[in-house]
């Protein structure tokens, strides 16, 4: 059968408009691509930077601490300080020892100077979180698994309570507090985070506070223009 050339106009435009939109397709498949790598280099940077500021912090918090003699044990890649149990507290109770008070006076204030006269670092944190942690040794005369982790609970975020409250009292800076009201988070974590030695618990290095620092967050989708850009715990 011979096609009229109506017909034949009318199929070759068509063959023009799925070749068009084919074309426009695969120019919109590359443009994506090519923005998809770029955010994953730029989100990539970013992480790093945030490293980068988290071990600065840390190399910062060793070199003030070691320089006021104080003792305490800094993670090098998280910026993260752990304090033992029985530099704090009483044994077996959350209430600040004397000399776990004299420690707070001198830890402090050389903390939060490292933290906050550094404006790289003071300008992304988010939070310092306290954290207290128990091991996992049981209560005399509590049956239940459940409240055996309850009533750790309570003991660490009394633990980590204490501390934040008596950080207000130590002789640091006083015009950092209306930001330490705004960022200072508590947590207990009852004896969920043991700390392993050997592939056993180390009874008394899991009983501890952390000080941890949460920083502005890079996120994928903000690289995307999914969401607002905003610089991270």
Do not use: C
Not at 36 to 43: D, R, S
Not at 61 to 85: H, P, R, Y
Not at 170 to 175: A, H, R, S
Not at 187 to 216: N, T
Request: aromatic share 10%; net charge neutral.
């Amino acid at each position: 059968m011979i096609k009229s050339r109506h017909v034949l106009n009318e199929e070759k435009q068509e063959n023009i408009f799925w070749m068009t939109m084919t074309d426009l397709l695969m120019g919109l498949a590359i443009i994506f691509i090519v923005l998809f790598i770029l955010a994953m280099t730029g989100f990539s940077q970013a992480k790093l930077q945030e490293q980068n500021l988290k071990s600065e912090v840390a190399q910062d918090l060793i070199k003030e601490l070691k320089s006021k003699n104080i003792n305490a044990q800094v993670d090098l890649t998280t910026g993260t300080v752990k304090l033992s149990d029985l530099q704090l507290f009483e044994v077996g109770s959350y209430n600040l020892s004397e000399s776990g008070k004299a420690f707070l006076n001198r830890f402090v204030p050389a903390y939060l100077n490292v933290i906050f006269e550094n404006s790289k670092i003071s300008d992304k944190i988010v939070n310092i979180v306290i954290q207290g942690h128990t091991d996992s040794q049981l209560f005399a005369n509590v049956e239940s698994k459940d409240l055996q982790f309850i009533r750790n609970m309570e003991l660490s975020t009394n633990r980590a309570n204490e501390v934040a409250k008596y950080m207000f009292s130590t002789p640091y800076n006083k015009k950092y507090s209306n930001t330490l009201h705004k960022i200072l988070v508590v947590e207990g974590k009852s004896y969920s985070e043991p700390v392993i030695v050997d592939g056993k618990e180390d009874y008394a290095k899991s009983r501890r506070v952390e000080l941890k620092l949460v920083v502005k967050s890079s996120n994928l989708q903000d690289f995307m223009g999914l969401k607002n850009n905003e610089f991270n715990r």
